[in-house]
């Protein structure tokens, strides 16, 4: 992800320290403690995802009663299929830069440009038919999800040789690994066991290391259960690696295919004990439903948005 400031960042994660010493997290709502409630699960027979606890569209949690019961999965939309393939570009961005300047052939950020630049239709397609494939139909407004897809690759590499310049510019001397490091966020992809707290086995993190913060990027609006994603993962890592997770960063992206330069918006927060304790009270209830086969009921109005609305309505 180089679409964000280093130093900005670093201010952030200041403040949010202060925030943390005030606040403190209590050490029951660690995950480490995941032989004791309220950390420990109901039953580990039963697991989930993260996003499918933490996407609260629903507040009654009937989309889980839906798709773990009933086995019904939300009708793909155009926002699913644009979080996907966003997310699949951000990840094959990253991959190829870092192909590219290990290859010994890139040694500039000019020719970094010029190598991969080339490859935005391949890498877009690329994207295109994994989503393509998962929904098993062609995508509704491909063509905008193209110019999307498109401008977020060419951002992200123009983004990056800047990086990869500025940081040779300043440290002449230093070996591809040096420049890798200094140029490219240390933001590492990390896959967790969350079973230990009821999660599934192999979770996808995206963890910023100087902070040990969570990372999220989102291509959707912002919701106010955005937080509970982190959350989750904070949970796990703790539960697995026994390390603190303090932190939660989102990043929401947006493109106008108009303008052609995605813009960024940041949410920071402290992972409370009170973000711990409403997650997991959302895995507790969303283990009653399945375990019993309950249908929760619909709530009074339900938001147009939920991925499930064309089901219940
Ligand atoms: S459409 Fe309504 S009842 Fe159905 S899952 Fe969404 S919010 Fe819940």
């Known amino acids: ?122 890498i877009v397609d690329r994207a295109i038919l994994e989503i393509e494939k998962l929904f098993s139909s062609k995508i509704n407004e491909e063509n905008k999800l193209r110019i999307e897809a498109s401008a977020f690759y060419r951002f992200l590499i123009v983004q990056a040789a800047a990086k990869v310049d500025q940081t040779i510019s300043k440290y002449p001397h230093s070996d591809i690994d040096s420049i890798i490091s200094i140029a490219i966020p240390p933001i590492v992809e990390r896959k ?40 989750g993962y904070a949970l796990a890592i703790e539960a697995e690696e026994n390390i603190p997770i303090d932190f939660g960063f989102i990043i929401y992206v947006q493109i106008e295919p108009t303008r052609l330069v995605p813009s960024f918006r940041m949410k920071y927060f402290v992972i409370s004990d009170e973000l711990r304790r409403e997650f997991l009270e959302i895995r507790d209830e969303a283990y009653e439903i399945v375990s019993i086969g309950r249908d929760p009921g619909k709530p009074i109005k339900c938001p147009d948005y939920c991925p499930y609305y064309s089901v219940c309505e």
Not at 59 to 67: G, H, S, V
Not at 204 to 210: A, E, H, K, N, W
């Open 1 to 122: 992800m180089f679409f964000f400031d280093r130093l900005d960042l670093d201010r952030r994660f200041r403040l949010l320290r202060k925030e943390l010493e005030i606040r403190n997290i209590s050490n029951e709502l660690r995950g480490w403690c995941f032989d004791s409630p309220p950390i420990e699960p109901p039953s580990r027979a039963i697991l989930f995802g993260v996003s499918e606890l933490a996407m609260r569209y629903c507040e009654k949690m009937r989309d889980i009663y839906l798709k773990r019961v009933l086995n019904i999965k939300p009708p793909p939309t155009i926002k699913m299929a644009r979080g996907i393939v966003l997310h699949t570009i951000n990840r094959e961005t990253l991959s190829i830069i870092k192909k590219s300047l290990f290859s010994g052939n890139v040694k500039s950020g000019s020719e970094l440009i010029e190598n991969l630049l080339p490859l935005t239709n391949e």
């Open 192 to 231: 967790v066991d969350g079973s230990l707290i009821g999660l599934s086995r192999e979770l996808s993190v995206d963890i910023y290391t100087p902070f040990n913060a969570i990372a999220d990027l989102k291509t959707g609006d912002i919701r106010e259960f955005h937080p509970y994603a982190a959350t």
